[in-house]
């Protein structure tokens, strides 16, 4: 009998981009209840979306205009990020770590959206 298959491994941006999610998760229900039902729920849907992109730039030979989007939202979620704190929604070491993280899968999807026009994968 053959060995089992290995599943194989996910893309780096993906994997990022669900521990973030995770991890946003959990401090977006615990925002004050004028915030989480707006901003923490606009955080929580960029991130979705953020995730949906990637998946579907991974599984298409046309990722730019994905990547570029990604770029997009990936912006959009440094405002709200920023906003978040300020409201008072996130300490700021929890911010610090948002801001890390969104930082890091945003290099990622640069360095995809530069190597993208070789068919590179990251």
């Known amino acids: 009998m053959p060995p089992p298959r290995k599943?194989?491994?996910?893309?780096?941006?993906?994997?990022?981009?669900?521990?973030f999610i995770v991890w946003s998760c959990r401090h977006t229900s615990k925002f004050p209840r004028n915030h989480r039902f707006v901003l923490g729920e606009r955080i929580e849907r960029n991130l979705y979306d953020l995730l949906a992109?990637?998946?579907?730039?991974?599984?298409?030979?046309?990722?730019?205009?994905?990547?570029?989007?990604?770029n997009l939202v990936?912006?959009?979620?440094?405002?709200?990020?920023?906003?978040?704190?300020?409201?008072?929604?996130?300490?700021?070491?929890?911010?610090?770590?948002?801001?890390k993280s969104i930082?890091?899968?945003g290099?990622?999807?640069?360095?995809?959206?530069?190597?993208?026009t070789g068919g590179g994968q990251l």
């Open 7 to 19: 599943a194989p491994e996910e893309l780096v941006v993906i994997t990022k981009t669900y521990d």
């Open 53 to 70: 992109l990637l998946i579907r730039a991974k599984y298409t030979r046309e990722r730019r205009p994905l990547l570029e989007q990604a």
């Open 103 to 105: 930082d890091e899968i």
């Open 107 to 116: 290099r990622l999807v640069g360095g995809w959206l530069k190597s993208s």
């Open 74 to 99: 990936l912006e959009i979620l440094r405002f709200q990020v920023r906003l978040a704190k300020d409201l008072q929604c996130l300490k700021t070491d929890s911010y610090g770590f948002a801001g």
